[in-house]
């Protein structure tokens, strides 16, 4: 079957850094996505990984471990408007098509 | 960048009418768009997946016949809610995948809000 896990809710502070972590298992991995999405709205794409390592991009930046089933977000010098849900996501090929399964989401705050 | 939009927005119905809802890429061509369905504070389900020319692969537990899709040309793909009930008001999310160039991921469209009352 296929199950990705993330924290539920965290909480940080301005300035601060923080790690959102996601661990999954699935058939025909073919990479890992991860999401920020402002309630009401629509996911924005943060980061792509399909190599084992860290990808940077300013402030984000996203690890993988394919081995272990392993990734991380790390968003650095946290600001207030990063208060959102941050969603990881695993695209696989199992079925001959891609599909992307979504992790259930992280709301994280960011408090002042 | 990669735009898509999504009609309408927002809709309110009647229980036991059809809403359809509309995907297209603005300034790119998608095989392949994927239909979500998001409640309250959870995450996106994929519904299905929609090919343009062929039938649309219907994720476990979504019944194909309540939920037509439609994916006529490259750049759109419709959601059509038959006979619509109080629980399928939910937050319905489409995204195209780009058919060339840039097809490492997937473009979200703003969301489509139903409410069937």
């Known amino acids: 079957g296929q199950n990705i896990d993330q924290p539920t809710e965290m909480t940080a502070t301005e300035g601060a850094i923080v790690q959102i972590n996601c661990t999954y298992q699935?058939?025909?991995?073919?990479?890992l996505f991860w999401y920020q999405q402002h309630a009401g709205e629509a996911p924005t794409f943060l980061s792509y990984?399909?190599?084992?390592g860290l990808e940077e991009k300013g402030r984000f930046s996203s690890f993988l471990s394919r081995s272990k089933g392993y990734s991380y977000l790390l968003l650095k010098e946290l600001q207030m408007k990063d208060s959102a849900s941050y969603l990881c996501?695993?695209?696989?090929?199992?079925?001959?098509?891609?599909?992307?399964?979504f992790g259930t989401g992280t709301r994280l705050k960011v408090l002042a | 960048g990669a735009v898509v939009s999504q009609h309408p927005s927002r809709v309110i119905c009647k229980s036991g009418t059809s809403v359809k809802i509309e995907c297209r890429s603005l300034?790119?061509?998608?095989?392949?768009m994927f239909w979500y369905r998001q409640f309250p504070k959870q995450s996106l389900m994929l519904m299905a997946t929609?090919?343009?020319?062929?039938?649309?692969?219907?994720e476990q537990g979504v019944e194909k016949d309540k939920f037509l899709i439609n994916h006529a040309s490259l750049t759109l793909s419709t959601l059509t809610v038959t006979s619509a009930h109080p629980e399928d008001s939910s937050f319905y999310i489409c995204?195209?995948?780009?058919?060339?160039?840039?097809?490492?991921?997937?473009?979200f469209g703003p969301g489509t809000r139903l409410t069937v009352l």
């Open positions: 995204s195209a995948r780009p058919s060339e160039g840039g097809a490492d991921t997937q473009y």
């Open positions: 699935t058939s025909g991995f073919n990479g």
């Open positions: 990984n399909v190599l084992d």
């Open positions: 996501a695993v695209r696989n090929d199992a079925s001959g098509t891609y599909k992307y399964i």
């Open positions: 300034d790119f061509q998608a095989t392949t």
């Open positions: 929609s090919n343009e020319g062929s039938k649309a692969t219907y």
